[in-house]
């Protein structure tokens, strides 16, 4: 089982990253799939997540308008895009598939939002 992150990096407020999970070994068509972020000294945060089949997505308040989930069954893969970025979302954001405590996790990607 595999779960990696990419597509972060350094970003001037305002801008945009699309961030990608890709995963395999496992059946991840079955699975919603979660993106989290950890700013530095805080606790990991829910940022936005997606049911197995990609009808239903929730957000964070904070990142509702400027943030996009989505997945591709096909290419087991999930995105999320990051627009209007702002310092506050600085964090190293994780991709989680199926629950909190038992499920499987990427090893993050860090996003730096910063002039």
């Given at each position: 089982?595999?779960?990696?992150?990419?597509?972060?990096?350094?970003v001037q407020p305002g801008g945009s990253l699309t961030l990608s999970c890709t995963t395999s070994g496992f059946s991840f068509s079955n699975?919603?799939?979660?993106?989290?972020?950890?700013?530095?000294?805080?606790?990991?945060?829910?940022?936005?997540?997606?049911?197995?089949?990609?009808?239903?997505?929730?957000?964070?308040?904070?990142?509702?308008?400027?943030?996009?989930?989505?997945?591709?069954?096909?290419?087991?893969?999930?995105?999320?895009?990051?627009?209007?970025?702002?310092?506050?979302?600085?964090?190293?954001?994780?991709?989680?598939?199926?629950?909190?405590?038992?499920?499987?996790?990427?090893?993050?990607?860090?996003?730096?939002?910063?002039?």
């Amino acid at each position: 089982v595999q779960v990696v992150e990419s597509g972060g990096g350094l970003v001037q407020p305002g801008g945009s990253l699309t961030l990608s999970c890709t995963t395999s070994g496992f059946s991840f068509s079955n699975y919603g799939v979660t993106w989290y972020r950890q700013r530095s000294g805080k606790e990991r945060e829910f940022v936005a997540n997606i049911n197995s089949g990609g009808e239903s997505t929730n957000y964070q308040a904070s990142v509702k308008g400027r943030f996009t989930i989505s997945r591709d069954n096909v290419k087991n893969m999930v995105y999320l895009q990051l627009n209007s970025l702002r310092p506050e979302d600085t964090a190293v954001y994780y991709c989680n598939l199926g629950s909190y405590y038992t499920g499987y996790w990427g090893q993050g990607t860090q996003v730096t939002v910063s002039s």
